[in-house]
């Protein structure tokens, strides 16, 4: 595959070898890369410059998974994909999408091949997508697997945002307990501080305890925020750059109540979409789980899949690979046995995809239900518990005075 180094936009203006003044937009790495590209298709270059960054909101995974569906509709109907990509882009509300596909439409103008096209831009067409459309173009599908491309793509991030609303709700508790102890702790607490001040009796050691905390957070509360927000800090850093790590947060997910349910449950949904899109696709099989195993989520689902791929590749049925990694669910491996056996692997994986993602639909909605009465329960518990702490110096008042 190409380099998967993201190009930058030029505009340029040069001169063909009729002397006619031409001028355009083309993507490469740098400066002198652009001039070569122009010398290339016969045009002497008079003046190259860095396109502008295009303003506008951000280009989304949705705005790629409708992009797809568009020039699927429009191949289907005969419309040439220069063409196509030039009446998407001007239609476009998004100038970075307009000018996303513009680039890409004067890239295809060049002779280019789409998938060659939109390989320049990993950010936005991962290595999936770009093989998909490579296979497209190959077998003269390119309609069809742009459609299944923008179905596999909708599934996905509405997988992801099921996912992210349950995670919401575990932090949302968090977020809410913090905030109403902070007020209470910065706020309503020192003015009962001050009130048995007065006394100059002991309090009781619960009294005491608490009221030492509201001092602390009241002389060291930016110091305490500022190591909570480099902690957080560092954990993102560290599962975005090391793998083992990664890893090891992945495990203790899976091992939560509920929520790690719903991720085992995400990341087999997630796997049987893509093994179908790729099957579909006619990739190879052992390319496809590779591919299967990075658009997991879950490291640990990464990595046995990437076991079974091994396995497989040694001559091993990809049901009895996937059934020694102990993680897949039995009947994820007897309908992938049975899709084996038919012939329609992709069929089968489509059925698996479909009834996990009603899984994790059903237990996100069963989660945010059950954690409502659970918020409430905690934050009773704090304010109670403080409550408790800043009148027992009141039931013993007698003892005080």
């Given at each position: 595959?190409?380099?998967?180094v993201?190009?930058?936009?030029?505009?340029?203006?040069g001169r063909?070898?009729?002397?006619?003044?031409l001028?355009?937009?083309?993507?490469?790495t740098?400066?002198?890369?652009?001039?070569?590209?122009l010398?290339?298709?016969g045009?002497?270059p008079?003046?190259?410059r860095r396109?502008?960054?295009?303003?506008g909101?951000?280009i989304k995974p949705?705005?790629i998974?409708?992009?797809?569906r568009?020039?699927?509709?429009?191949?289907?109907a005969?419309?040439p994909l220069?063409?196509?990509?030039?009446?998407?882009?001007?239609?476009?509300?998004?100038e970075r999408?307009r000018r996303?596909m513009?680039?890409?439409r004067?890239d295809?103008?060049a002779?280019n091949?789409?998938?060659?096209a939109?390989?320049?831009?990993?950010k936005y067409?991962?290595?999936?997508?770009?093989?998909?459309?490579?296979?497209?173009?190959?077998s003269?599908k390119?309609?069809?697997?742009?459609?299944?491309?923008?179905?596999?793509k909708?599934?996905?991030?509405?997988?992801?945002?099921?996912?992210?609303?349950?995670?919401?709700y575990?932090?949302?508790?968090?977020?809410?307990a913090v905030?109403?102890?902070?007020?209470?702790?910065?706020?309503?607490i020192?003015?009962?501080?001050?009130?048995?001040?007065?006394f100059?009796?002991?309090?009781p050691?619960f009294?005491r305890?608490?009221?030492?905390?509201?001092?602390?957070?009241?002389?060291?509360?930016?110091?305490y925020?500022?190591i909570?927000?480099?902690?957080?800090?560092?954990?993102?850093?560290?599962?975005?750059?090391s793998?083992?790590f990664?890893?090891?947060?992945?495990r203790?997910?899976l091992?939560l109540p509920?929520?790690g349910?719903?991720?085992k449950?995400?990341?087999?949904a997630?796997?049987?979409?893509?093994l179908s899109?790729?099957?579909?696709?006619g990739?190879p099989i052992?390319d496809?789980?590779?591919?299967?195993?990075?658009?997991?989520?879950?490291?640990v689902?990464e990595?046995?899949?990437m076991?079974?791929?091994?396995q497989v590749?040694?001559?091993m049925?990809?049901?009895t690979?996937?059934?020694e990694?102990t993680i897949?669910?039995?009947?994820?491996?007897?309908?992938?046995a049975?899709?084996?056996?038919?012939?329609?692997v992709?069929?089968?994986?489509?059925?698996?995809a479909?009834f996990y993602?009603?899984?994790?639909?059903?237990?996100?909605d069963?989660l945010?239900?059950l954690?409502?009465?659970?918020i409430?329960?905690?934050?009773?518990?704090?304010?109670?518990?403080?409550?408790?702490a800043?009148?027992l110096?009141?039931?013993?008042?007698g003892?005080?005075v």
């Open positions: 595959m190409a380099e998967n993201e190009q930058a936009s030029w505009l340029w203006e063909d070898r009729r002397g006619r003044t001028k355009g937009r083309l993507s490469a740098t400066l002198t890369m652009a001039r070569a590209e010398r290339r298709r045009i002497a008079t003046r190259v396109e502008p960054k295009a303003r909101k951000r949705g705005d998974a409708y992009f797809s568009q020039l699927a509709t429009m191949l289907t005969g419309v220069v063409q196509a990509f030039d009446v998407i882009g001007r239609g476009h509300d998004n999408m996303l513009l680039t890409i004067d295809i103008g002779g091949a789409l998938s060659k939109l390989v320049k831009y990993p067409f991962d290595e999936l997508y770009v093989s998909m459309v490579a296979a497209g173009e190959q003269g390119l309609d069809e697997l742009l459609r299944r491309i923008a179905t596999y909708e599934k996905t991030e509405a997988l992801k945002r099921k996912v992210r609303k349950a995670l919401f575990p932090a949302a508790v968090v977020v809410a905030l109403v102890t902070g007020i209470l702790l910065i706020y309503v020192p003015q009962f501080q001050h009130f048995y001040s007065s100059g009796a002991t309090l050691a009294t305890w608490v009221i030492g905390v509201s001092e602390s957070i009241q002389s060291w509360g930016w110091l925020l500022l909570f927000i480099a902690i957080v800090a560092a954990i993102m850093h560290a599962r975005k750059r793998y083992a990664r890893r090891g947060m992945d203790i997910l091992k509920v929520l349910l719903i991720m449950k995400s990341a087999v997630r796997f049987a979409r893509t899109i790729t099957v579909a696709a990739v052992t496809a789980l590779k591919t299967v195993a990075r658009s997991t989520g879950n490291a689902y990595d046995a899949v076991q079974a791929n091994v590749a040694a001559g049925r990809i049901h690979a996937l059934e990694t897949f669910p039995n009947v994820v491996t007897q309908m992938i049975i899709g084996e056996e038919s012939g329609e992709e069929v089968m994986a489509t059925k698996v479909e993602e009603e899984e994790v639909d059903t237990l996100v069963g945010s239900s954690l409502e009465p659970i409430m329960v905690v934050l009773g518990i704090i304010v109670g518990a403080l409550v408790i800043m009148y110096p009141i039931f013993n008042l003892n005080i």
